[in-house]
C-alpha cells in the first residue's frame, strides 16, 4: 500500500513538472525537454556552438531550449538578430536573473544589472567618467601608443627566440583600463598585475566553461560550496583593496581616476541622502563595477590582440599589405584586417544573455523569456555584405566602417607590425 502510494505521488509529481515544462502557445519551437534537465542531452557541456548550429538547421533562426526548468529562446542570424536588438531594442534590454554570471555578481555594476533606473543612473555616471578621462578621445591613444613601446620592447628582447604574447597582451590591456581606473600603471613583472591577470584568466575559463551550464541547468547545487566561488572571491577582495587604498590617498573633489571620482559621488549621496532620496550609489556597487570595467577591457581587448596576432603568423603576406603604395591604402588595408580579426576571434560567441522586458514578438512569435543572441552565426553567415566567404581570413578589397574603436585597435597592431615581423617558428622557414 505505501510503496503504491509513493509510486503514485512521484508519477504526479512528474506530470506536475512535465506540464510546466511545456511551451506556451505560439512559443518557439525547439528540442524535447526534460523535466527539470531542460535540454542538456541536447548540448555539449564544454562547447555547444555546434550544438546550437545544429538546432538552428532543424527548428530555424528563432528556436528555444530549457535551462533546467527555465525557458530561453536563441535567436540566430543577421534578420532576426536586427530586429531583436536593433529595432524593438528595449524589449530585448533586460538580464536574466538567478543564472551562474548573474548570482556571481548579484545583478550588480552595469554589465549584469537589469535594465531600468539604476542601471540607466550607473550607466550615464560611468560613460560620463570615461570620456573625461580620455575614452574616445586623444588622450587615450596617447595611453596606447605608450603601452605599445612596452609591447615593442618586450618583442624585441626576444627577437630570435620562441614566445608565447598570451600575457604580455593581458599585461598591456590591463595597464591600460588600470590607468582610467586605478591612474596606476604596473610593469609586466608587478606581482599585483599578474595576481589580476591571473585570476581573470581563471575566472573567464569558469564562465566559458561546463560549470557554468551545469550551474544554469541544475539549481539544486548553487547552494554548495563550489570551486568558482573562492576564484571570484580573489577577484573581489583585489578589488576592496584598490578601494581602500584610494580612500587613504584621495583628495575630495580632485579625482585622479574613475575610482576617486565615484568615491566623491558616494560621498554626496551619503552627505544629501533622505528618506525621500533613494540611490543607486553604494561601495558594493563601486567593487563590481571595477570589476565589470577591468574584466571586460581586459580580456576582450587582450584575446583580439592574441588572435590578431595567430592570424598575423599564419597569413603573412598580410603582414606585407600594410605597406605602400599610399597610407590611405595602408589605412584602410588595416582596418580590414581588424574587421577580420575581430570576425574570426568571435570573442563573446553567445553575447551576454538577454532578457525580454515585456511580452513581445520576433519573428512571428511571442516571447518572454531568456533571450541567447549567437552572434557566431551573424558573424559567419554567408551572403550578407562583405561575409563572401565566411570561412577565409580575409578577402580584400574589404568593405570597412568609421568605427573609432577598430581604428584604435590598428594603432596596436599596426605599430607592432610595422616595426617587427612575427611569424609561426614552426612554418617561418617557407616564407
Same mark, same amino acid.
Given at each position: 500500500m505505501f510503496a503504491s502510494l509513493v509510486l503514485l505521488w512521484v508519477f504526479i509529481w512528474i506530470a506536475i513538472l512535465h506540464f510546466k515544462s511545456r511551451r506556451p502557445k505560439n512559443?518557439?519551437?525547439?528540442?524535447?525537454?526534460?523535466?527539470?534537465?531542460?535540454?542538456?542531452?541536447?548540448?555539449?557541456?564544454?562547447?555547444?556552438?555546434?550544438?546550437?548550429?545544429?538546432?538552428?538547421?532543424?527548428?530555424?533562426?528563432?528556436?528555444?531550449?530549457?535551462?533546467?526548468? %527555465?525557458?530561453?529562446?536563441? $535567436? /540566430? =542570424?543577421?534578420? #532576426?538578430?536586427?530586429?531583436?536588438?536593433?529595432?524593438?531594442?528595449?524589449?530585448?534590454?533586460?538580464?536574466?536573473?538567478?543564472?551562474?554570471?548573474?548570482?556571481?555578481?548579484?545583478?550588480?555594476?552595469?554589465?549584469?544589472?537589469?535594465?531600468?533606473?539604476?542601471?540607466r543612473e550607473q550607466r550615464r555616471f560611468g560613460l560620463t567618467t570615461l570620456r573625461n578621462f580620455g575614452l574616445g578621445k586623444n588622450s587615450m591613444e596617447e595611453r596606447i601608443h605608450d603601452e605599445i613601446k612596452h609591447i615593442i620592447s618586450t618583442l624585441e628582447k626576444n627577437i630570435g627566440k620562441t614566445m608565447s604574447p598570451r600575457v604580455m597582451f593581458h599585461n598591456a590591456a590591463s595597464n591600460i583600463i588600470c590607468q582610467v581606473l586605478f591612474a596606476?600603471?604596473?610593469?609586466?613583472?608587478?606581482?599585483?598585475?599578474?595576481?589580476?591577470?591571473?585570476?581573470?584568466? %581563471?575566472?573567464?575559463?569558469? $564562465? /566559458? =566553461?561546463?560549470? #557554468?551550464?551545469?550551474?544554469?541547468?541544475?539549481?539544486?547545487?548553487?547552494?554548495?560550496?563550489?570551486?568558482?566561488?573562492k576564484a571570484f572571491k580573489k577577484m573581489e577582495n583585489l578589488s576592496r583593496r584598490m578601494v581602500s587604498e584610494h580612500r587613504e590617498t584621495r583628495v575630495p573633489?580632485?579625482?585622479?581616476?574613475?575610482?576617486?571620482?565615484?568615491?566623491?559621488?558616494?560621498?554626496k549621496v551619503i552627505y544629501s541622502v533622505s528618506c525621500y532620496t533613494k540611490s543607486s550609489f553604494s561601495e558594493e556597487e563601486l567593487i563590481i563595477y571595477l570589476l565589470n570595467l577591468h574584466f571586460a577591457g581586459t580580456?576582450?581587448?587582450?584575446?583580439?590582440?592574441?588572435?590578431?596576432?595567430?592570424?598575423?603568423?599564419?597569413?603573412?603576406?598580410?603582414?606585407?599589405?600594410?605597406?605602400?603604395?599610399?597610407?590611405?591604402?595602408?589605412?584602410?588595408?588595416?582596418?580590414?584586417?581588424?574587421?577580420?580579426?575581430?570576425?574570426?576571434?568571435?570573442?563573446?560567441?553567445?553575447?551576454?544573455?538577454?532578457?525580454?522586458?515585456?511580452?513581445?514578438?520576433?519573428?512571428?512569435?511571442?516571447?518572454?523569456?531568456?533571450?541567447?543572441?549567437?552572434?557566431?552565426?551573424?558573424?559567419?553567415?554567408?551572403?550578407?555584405?562583405?561575409?563572401?566567404?565566411?570561412?577565409?581570413?580575409?578577402?580584400l578589397p574589404f568593405i570597412c566602417g568609421q568605427e573609432d574603436g577598430v581604428l584604435r585597435l590598428a594603432v596596436w597592431v599596426g605599430s607592432c607590425i610595422h616595426k617587427l615581423y612575427v611569424c609561426n617558428p614552426h612554418t617561418h622557414n617557407n616564407f
Open positions: 512559443f518557439p519551437p525547439g528540442p524535447l525537454n526534460v523535466p527539470l534537465l531542460g535540454s542538456i542531452f541536447h548540448l555539449s557541456l564544454e562547447n555547444p556552438l555546434k550544438d546550437f548550429e545544429k538546432l538552428r538547421k532543424s527548428y530555424g533562426d528563432v528556436y528555444s531550449i530549457f535551462l533546467g526548468r %527555465e525557458p530561453a529562446v536563441v $535567436i /540566430n =542570424g543577421v534578420k #532576426a538578430m536586427k530586429e531583436a536588438m536593433v529595432t524593438k531594442a528595449a524589449d530585448f534590454a533586460g538580464r536574466p536573473q538567478g543564472l551562474f554570471v548573474n548570482e556571481l555578481v548579484d545583478g550588480k555594476g552595469v554589465i549584469m544589472a537589469d535594465y531600468g533606473s539604476k542601471w596606476r600603471r604596473y610593469t609586466y613583472d608587478d606581482e599585483l598585475i599578474k595576481l589580476f591577470v591571473g585570476i581573470f584568466n %581563471e575566472v573567464s575559463k569558469i $564562465i /566559458n =566553461g561546463p560549470w #557554468a551550464t551545469l550551474y544554469d541547468s541544475f539549481p539544486i547545487i548553487r547552494n554548495l560550496p563550489l570551486p568558482f566561488q573633489g580632485e579625482p585622479r581616476d574613475f575610482l576617486d571620482c565615484y568615491l566623491d559621488e558616494l560621498e580580456d576582450t581587448t587582450s584575446n583580439t590582440l592574441l588572435t590578431g596576432f595567430l592570424y598575423l603568423m599564419n597569413y603573412p603576406h598580410i603582414q606585407g599589405n600594410t605597406t605602400p603604395p599610399c597610407l590611405v591604402y595602408v589605412i584602410f588595408v588595416m582596418q580590414a584586417v581588424i574587421h577580420e580579426v575581430q570576425r574570426m576571434t568571435n570573442i563573446v560567441p553567445l553575447s551576454i544573455f538577454h532578457r525580454t522586458t515585456k511580452d513581445t514578438e520576433l519573428m512571428a512569435y511571442s516571447i518572454g523569456t531568456i533571450v541567447i543572441p549567437n552572434l557566431s552565426s551573424v558573424l559567419f553567415e554567408e551572403g550578407h555584405g562583405e561575409f563572401v566567404r565566411p570561412g577565409a581570413f580575409i578577402k
